[in-house]
């Protein structure tokens, strides 16, 4: 029996002056989920992972978690490819292509941000904008302004030497008085100060509220956990043409399919897909 993954904490809350929504994650927890899923990576691959896993669970708040929520961003930095993928049921997992060589700089253009949103009564979102100058967060205040004329301001953080990590997503209201917004973005710069130990959903929430108070309006735990199973693979293998399912056997033996997201290898031989036995 295997442990449970450790979760972390979402939560997303109103100021109590009406101005200012915000939603604020512990995601230490995510990083944990990702240096045990992808051992073969380094730590700061993990932390650009986390990051990305974080912006997830961080814009999923904004459908009051029923949705199913995925962000893909390809660059040339050292991160080729990152995927993050968060689902209502609070499962979160993600993989990292990494390039060999590209520097010091995890995410640069030229490249692309797509966000893609789906729920159970509707058909897919998919929304993509070219890469901006700038980290995880610039991209998805980039997209949010663009694509839901939304002015919104992501922070994102995570340590590679001790796993420290977490989120803030802070959104003016419409009749936000000036002063007030101005006040914002003043505490917002001031956020450097704040360890990283010491900015959990609470601290961030009464750092923003600037002692107004703020209302809870929703709360979910993440777990890093992939959704991968046997069943699963041999049911997306069966789609294929029988052609291209031919051509998985051409060599003598089980044929072996590793999952991106956990790194399982399932054996599928010749008689499981092509005579429909699981």
Request: charge should be negative.
């Given at each position: 029996?295997?442990?449970?993954?450790?979760?972390?904490?979402?939560?997303?809350?109103?100021?109590?002056?009406?101005?200012?929504?915000?939603?604020?994650?512990?995601?230490?927890?995510?990083?944990?989920?990702?240096?045990?899923?992808?051992?073969?990576?380094?730590?700061?691959?993990?932390?650009?992972?986390?990051?990305?896993?974080?912006?997830?669970?961080?814009?999923?708040?904004?459908?009051?978690?029923?949705?199913?929520?995925?962000?893909?961003?390809?660059?040339?930095?050292?991160?080729?490819?990152?995927?993050?993928?968060?689902?209502?049921?609070?499962?979160?997992?993600?993989?990292?292509?990494?390039?060999?060589?590209?520097?010091?700089t995890w995410i640069a253009a030229p490249g692309l941000?797509?966000?893609?949103?789906?729920?159970?009564?509707?058909?897919?979102?998919?929304?993509?904008?070219?890469?901006?100058?700038?980290?995880?967060?610039?991209?998805?205040?980039?997209?949010?302004?663009?694509?839901?004329?939304?002015?919104?301001?992501?922070?994102?953080?995570?340590?590679?030497?001790?796993?420290?990590?977490?989120?803030?997503?802070?959104?003016?209201?419409?009749?936000?008085?000036?002063?007030?917004?101005?006040?914002?973005?003043?505490?917002?710069?001031?956020?450097?100060?704040?360890?990283?130990?010491?900015?959990?959903?609470?601290?961030?929430?009464?750092?923003?509220?600037?002692?107004?108070?703020?209302?809870?309006?929703?709360?979910?735990?993440?777990?890093?956990?992939?959704?991968?199973?046997?069943?699963?693979?041999?049911?997306?293998?069966?789609?294929?043409?029988?052609?291209?399912?031919?051509?998985?056997?051409?060599?003598?033996?089980?044929?072996?399919?590793?999952?991106?997201?956990?790194?399982?290898?399932?054996?599928?031989?010749?008689?499981?897909?092509?005579?429909?036995?699981?």
């Amino acid at each position: 029996m295997t442990d449970a993954p450790p979760q972390a904490r979402v939560t997303k809350a109103l100021t109590r002056d009406g101005h200012i929504r915000l939603s604020a994650l512990d995601a230490s927890p995510l990083w944990d989920g990702v240096r045990r899923g992808h051992p073969h990576l380094e730590p700061r691959a993990c932390a650009c992972l986390t990051e990305l896993l974080s912006a997830a669970g961080l814009l999923q708040t904004r459908a009051h978690f029923g949705e199913r929520l995925q962000l893909l961003l390809k660059g040339a930095g050292r991160a080729k490819a990152v995927v993050a993928d968060c689902w209502p049921d609070g499962t979160i997992r993600g993989v990292l292509d990494l390039r060999e060589e590209g520097g010091d700089t995890w995410i640069a253009a030229p490249g692309l941000f797509q966000v893609m949103r789906s729920n159970p009564n509707g058909q897919p979102y998919i929304g993509t904008l070219p890469l901006v100058e700038g980290d995880i967060q610039a991209q998805v205040e980039y997209y949010l302004q663009q694509s839901e004329q939304v002015q919104a301001s992501m922070t994102l953080w995570c340590d590679p030497a001790t796993g420290e990590a977490g989120g803030l997503l802070v959104e003016p209201l419409p009749q936000c008085p000036p002063e007030r917004l101005a006040r914002l973005v003043q505490a917002l710069d001031g956020l450097d100060v704040v360890p990283l130990w010491e900015r959990t959903p609470e601290f961030l929430a009464t750092w923003v509220a600037q002692g107004q108070g703020t209302e809870p309006l929703a709360a979910t735990d993440l777990a890093y956990r992939c959704r991968c199973s046997r069943e699963a693979l041999l049911a997306t293998l069966r789609t294929f043409p029988r052609s291209q399912q031919e051509d998985l056997f051409r060599e003598p033996g089980p044929l072996e399919v590793r999952c991106d997201y956990c790194g399982t290898r399932y054996p599928v031989s010749r008689e499981d897909l092509l005579g429909g036995g699981a």
